[in-house]
């Protein structure tokens, strides 16, 4: 039609030649973007396609990379699990344990790992950064179990999240360049089965507290100083492995960063920044990360939710069963640990098949598992107030739960870490865990605020827990699972490096822009609210 045909074309010269000449010119000016000058370029000799590592080595470090990890987990089920003791000791307010479990140390966490994971990024120095910032939250974690009042635990656990902040993204960036491509899935699933084990071990240890009468604040001493020395055997026996290659199918992935290191502090400033700008650009025109990370918040919103009320809100309904918090523990432990180990086995099983299996086991998992938690919360319901069926009601869906929500962590971090640049991936990973960090944080401090005035010990606050759980818990789960269906075919398009190109249209730019201010608005509004009503 007279008007709407590309110049070429209506000018009658050869229209297909011109319009790949464009579109090359338009790819090596969005390539240019994103990448160094090209007389700092070293032509990849710092990336290898497949890790080298001996397997005594990878376990070794695996080993402690975990345990460093679980110890990092354990004081929100110290918190968990204690809570009333907590609360007495400190003589807290529900909303002053909701800030503790919540955004007190959920925004220093979220905006500290991030300049953390890029220095460790830039320097090129993980292991040393993740045992500095080990041996600086095992101490932390050491003056919160010697606090007396709110303030003082308070302080402890924010500076416990400053060196909390970069442990995750730091122990993933380096399991994805211990081993191959295909089984980074499986040893990334192990390193979360940390969370679980710290689960259970808390259980355990909040059962053997209460029968010696032991006050909660030991355990947080003693895994402090466990940790001090778990943090000196990391930086001893932990090597900086070399930079494996991106699973992203683009010259832009594994070149973004290749430069030699400046002498003069100048070139040095200047060649961060130019990195950082490039890392940004690099992660604001993938087509998948923002959709992925939108849905991995709801939920980690939801289990974050689950691990700090569940726990409280079961041996309160179920008061007669000394023994359930033992129980609860255990089932954790047992069918989460097998849950992402079997993810992470599954996705490195079929990874020649296909990249995208992680996506239908957290949105397929989590939708099915929103039918069991509601279960187990009502479990003594569907029982007619029978305690011995209720309780057996209890477990038996608690563990179907389990066995379909969690198998999605080792296996969904690493498809992140292998989609990224790789000699930015942990700044990347920091992004990727920070934004989920301040929106799930919300979901504790929500239920603190709107628990506010109630008394822990009544059944209203019992029920308002129950009401919490049964709404938050199922909706999250169902809006990360629709979410991460519909990132699929954008995540196959990121595979095969068809990034946004050229300049971020108006529509991406403004969807960032409300994104950001419903966030910011997100965090200052809901801290804000609770320093006004603690005071």
């Not at 081993?179 to 259980?203: D, H, N, P, R, T």
């Not at 609860?328 to 020649?352: D, N, R």
């Not at 992140?416 to 865990?433: C, D, E, S, V």
Request: hydrophobic letters at 50%; one cysteine or more.
């Amino acid at each position: 039609m007279p008007g709407s045909a590309h110049p070429a074309v209506a000018n009658g010269s050869i229209s297909a030649d011109r319009l790949r000449e464009e579109k090359s010119q338009s790819k090596e000016k969005y390539q240019k973007e994103l990448r160094p000058p090209s007389d700092e370029l070293l032509n990849g000799n710092d990336l290898v396609q497949e890790p080298s590592v001996p397997i005594w080595r990878i376990a070794v470090s695996l080993t402690l990379l975990f345990l460093n990890y679980f110890l990092a987990q354990y004081d929100k089920f110290i918190l968990s699990y204690f809570q009333d003791d907590v609360i007495s000791t400190l003589n807290l307010s529900q909303s002053s344990y909701g800030l503790l479990s919540g955004y007190a140390t959920g925004i220093v966490y979220a905006l500290l790992a991030l300049p953390t994971a890029y220095v460790a990024d830039y320097t090129r120095a993980r292991v040393w950064v993740l045992s500095i910032a080990a041996t600086w939250w095992s101490l932390c974690a050491i003056f919160q179990g010697l606090s007396h009042n709110f303030w003082q635990i308070l302080l402890a656990r924010i500076g416990m999240g400053v060196g909390q902040a970069p442990v995750e993204a730091l122990s993933v960036s380096l399991i994805s360049d211990l081993m191959g491509k295909q089984y980074v899935f499986l040893g990334a699933s192990v390193l979360y089965v940390g969370v679980y084990i710290g689960e259970a071990v808390s259980g355990q240890i909040a059962v053997a507290f209460a029968k010696t009468h032991t006050p909660w604040n030991t355990a947080l001493i003693a895994i402090g100083i466990v940790g001090v020395v778990v943090a000196l055997l990391v930086r001893i026996v932990v090597h900086e492995p070399r930079r494996q290659s991106a699973l992203v199918q683009s010259f832009v992935s594994n070149n973004l960063g290749e430069h030699e290191m400046p002498s003069s502090h100048k070139a040095k400033i200047s060649n961060a920044i130019t990195d950082l700008k490039a890392t940004s650009a690099y992660i604001a025109r993938m087509r998948s990360f923002w959709i992925l990370v939108l849905s991995a918040s709801f939920r980690q919103l939801s289990g974050n939710v689950f691990g700090y009320y569940m726990p409280t809100y079961l041996s309160t309904l179920f008061s007669s069963h000394p023994n359930l918090l033992s129980r609860y523990g255990i089932i954790v432990g047992v069918v989460g640990s097998v849950a992402v180990l079997f993810g992470g086995l599954m996705t490195s099983m079929f990874w020649k098949r296909t990249k995208t299996l992680p996506l239908y086991l957290t949105s397929i998992g989590g939708m099915v598992s929103s039918i069991f938690v509601l279960l187990m919360i009502f479990s003594k319901s569907i029982a007619g107030g029978d305690d011995p069926r209720g309780i057996r009601i209890l477990y038996g869906t608690m563990s179907a739960a389990y066995l379909t929500a969690e198998l999605w962590l080792g296996a969904m971090n690493s498809l992140i870490a292998l989609l990224l640049p790789p000699r930015y991936k942990t700044f990347g990973l920091a992004i990727w865990a920070s934004t989920q960090v301040l929106i799930y944080s919300s979901g504790p401090e929500i239920i603190g605020l709107a628990l506010r005035n109630v008394d822990s010990d009544s059944q209203t606050y019992l029920d308002g827990t129950k009401i919490a759980l049964a709404v938050i818990i199922p909706i999250g789960y169902w809006i990360a699972g629709i979410g991460f269906l519909m990132a699929l075919n954008l995540v196959k398009r990121d595979l095969n490096g068809d990034f946004v190109q050229g300049s971020l249209g108006q529509t991406r730019r403004l969807s960032f822009g409300i994104f950001a201010l419903i966030l910011g608005g997100l965090v200052i509004g809901l801290f804000v609210a609770s320093i006004v009503y603690r005071a």
